[in-house]
């Protein structure tokens, strides 16, 4: 028996990062949490969030407007290791890590080998890219990319070649997997 796949999902807002993380946890049986709101819980509800709204809900619902300032709070969290965001994810049983933002929080992460396949989630064609002081990763950092510009069949289609790659490298899923022809 391999061991389960620790998967790290990159991507600009808006571009279907969760949506694949559901997907994947759909199909091959992985788990994961809302990074924005594991991080959310931990460090931004606490220390900024609380003075500022009446729920951890309406804060959440409202994070769109601060992603810089989340970014910020995320980046304190993670100091000095950067990598406690994805590691604390991965004790708490998640087998993704959803939407890491900055290269220093990458950097520790490939520097402790968090992550065996790392995916870049590409929605350019419906949503625009963000900018750079919100958004530090491109798509030269992932190991697999997913385009997720076509249709839900094209998606599944995509993260079927996946499950079928990371059985064939020897990882262990939650789930069966039809290993038939794609």
């Given amino acids: 028996m391999g061991k389960r796949p620790r998967i790290l999902i990159l991507g600009h807002a808006r571009h ?13 049986g992985l788990k994961f949490s809302s990074s924005s709101e594991f991080v959310g819980h931990k460090a931004i509800w606490p220390y900024w969030g609380q003075e500022r709204y009446d729920s951890f809900e309406a804060m959440f619902e409202d ?8 970014g910020d709070l995320i980046e304190a969290y993670n100091t000095p290791d950067a990598s406690r965001t994805a590691s604390e994810m ?14 220093r929080e990458y950097a ?5 080998k968090l992550f065996d396949v790392i995916i870049w989630v590409d929605g350019s064609k419906r949503h625009p890219n963000e900018p750079s002081d919100s958004m530090e990763m491109t798509s030269d950092d992932a190991t697999w990319d997913i385009d997720n510009n076509g249709t839900e069949e094209d998606l599944d289609s995509q993260i079927q070649d996946l499950a079928r790659y990371l059985v064939l490298s020897g ?12």
């Fill in 16 to 28: 279907g990062k969760d949506t694949v993380a559901q997907k994947i946890a759909d199909i091959m």
């Fill in 63 to 70: 994070r769109v407007n601060y992603r810089s300032t989340w």
């Fill in 90 to 103: 991965i004790e708490e049983g998640n087998d993704m890590y959803v939407g890491l933002r900055r290269v």
């Fill in 108 to 112: 520790a992460c490939m520097r402790k």
């Fill in 171 to 182: 990882f262990e899923l939650g789930k069966p997997l039809d290993m038939g022809e794609p």
